[in-house]
Structure formats: C-alpha cells, structure tokens
T-cell receptor, first 116, second 114 residues
Framework: GAGVSQSPRYKVAKRGQDVALRCDPISGHVSLFWYQQALGQGPEFLTYFQNEAQLDKSGLPSDRFFAERPEGSVSTLKIQRTQQEDSAVYLCASSLGPRPNTGELFFGEGSRLTVL | AQSVSQHNHHVILSEAASLELGCNYS??????LFWYVQYPGQHLQLLLKYFSGDPLVKGIKGFEAEFIKSKFSFNLRKPSVQWSDTAEYFCAVNLGGGADGLTFGKGTHLIIQP
C-alpha cells in the first residue's frame, strides 16, 4: 500500500481482555517498529523487527506484551490481560533499510486502545 | 540511556510570527537528530533530520533546525508561521549508527492563531 496501515483505529477493551493490533507496513520495508504513546507524551519504543526477526524487545513493558512478524511483512502486537495503564495509542513505523537505520521512519495513524 | 527534552509543551503564536522550538538531548556520543510533526488527525511525518555535515538543516514547509553540538541542542525554527502549521512537534534522537528505535521528546503543541 501507499503507507503504513494499522487496524483497528480504535479499540475499547474491558480490563482483563486480550487485544491484538495489526500493522501492515509499506511493501518492501525491512524494518518495523512498535511504539506506545500515552496521552500528552511522546512515542516510546517497544520493539523492533528486521524482516521476521525480532531483534530488540527491550521496550515491552511486561510479559503481557507480545509482538510477531512471522513472514517479515504484517506485524501483530498482542496484549494479554489488559490493564488500565495499557490505555494509549500504539504506533507502528517502518523503514526501508535494516539496522543501522539511517532512513526515514514512516508511521501509521496508530491504534487507540482504551481499557475500561 | 539517551533522553530528549523539549522546553515548551504549549506554544501559541499569531500568523507571521517567528518560531523557535527548543530541543536538548542527553547523549555525549554521535547522534542522529530528527524533528517529526503530527497534524491534527494525521500520522507522524518527518520534517527534517541531521546525520552529519552542515549543522543547519533545511526541511519541508520552510522549517529548519540547527545542531549545536556544544549545547546538545537541535532547535527547530521557522521565520514566519502559518495557520496550517498548527500541530504537535516532536524532537527525536537515535545513536549514531542508528541501531535502535528513536527516543522522542514529549512534544510541543503549537497553535497558530489567524
């Protein structure tokens, strides 16, 4: 597609539910990043994929967060047993090259998660 | 770990005013520096970036930024703002070599009054 596509755009979950957020990066982009943006804050790094390999997951806040990119294109961020503090906008970004990443990151519009 | 500090969280200007948004980072090594913009209802877009060379970088829509290594700063400027510049502006940094994801500042919400 023309840009990074994320779905759903909005998700309301009850505390304790599992959610899955999808990212469809720009075709051919090797690098894929997930960020979490809380209200009034800048995006914070969660995890990084180079093709299908998850090379950095140091930003994932707990073991309830899991990301995958099994075929090196579409990625899914899964949050198990959601908590209220998980409420945020989850941003996906992709870029053409692998690390070291000197290229531009292209961001999707984000998935806004609200946990009640 | 590196961090990014944006001095102003909210800025309100009139059209044609000059703009300068402050950004400081806290890493002493080689860094790559970025400014991203998020217009209302849209995704983050790259305004400009600095990797090396001329410390005065020009970006899209008349924006520019100056890298001052001695001050660990990368301030964003525009001589004359327009109403359409109303947006959220984020400064970001990654380590030289670009190993990992970007570290973002908290953002500056800029409102331009017509």
């Amino acid at each position: 597609g023309a840009g990074v596509s994320q779905s759903p755009r909005y998700k309301v979950a009850k505390r304790g539910q599992d959610v899955a957020l999808r990212c469809d990066p720009i075709s051919g982009h090797v690098s894929l990043f997930w960020y979490q943006q809380a209200l009034g804050q800048g995006p914070e790094f969660l995890t990084y994929f180079q093709n299908e390999a998850q090379l950095d997951k140091s930003g994932l806040p707990s073991d309830r967060f899991f990301a995958e990119r099994p075929e090196g294109s579409v990625s899914t961020l899964k949050i198990q047993r959601t908590q209220q503090e998980d409420s945020a906008v989850y941003l996906c970004a992709s870029s053409l090259g692998p690390r070291p990443n000197t290229g531009e990151l292209f961001f999707g519009e984000g998935s806004r998660l609200t946990v009640l | 770990a590196q961090s990014v500090s944006q001095h102003n969280h909210h800025v309100i200007l009139s059209e044609a005013a000059s703009l300068e948004l402050g950004c400081n980072y806290s890493y002493g090594g080689t860094v790559n520096l970025f400014w991203y913009v998020q217009y209302p209802g849209q995704h983050l877009q790259l305004l400009l970036k600095y990797f090396s060379g001329d410390p005065l970088v020009k970006g899209i829509k008349g924006f520019e930024a100056e890298f001052i290594k001695s001050k660990f700063s990368f301030n964003l400027r525009k001589p004359s703002v327009q109403w359409s510049d109303t947006a959220e502006y984020f400064c970001a940094v990654n380590l030289g070599g670009g190993a990992d994801g970007l570290t973002f500042g908290k953002g500056t919400h800029l409102i331009i009054q017509p």
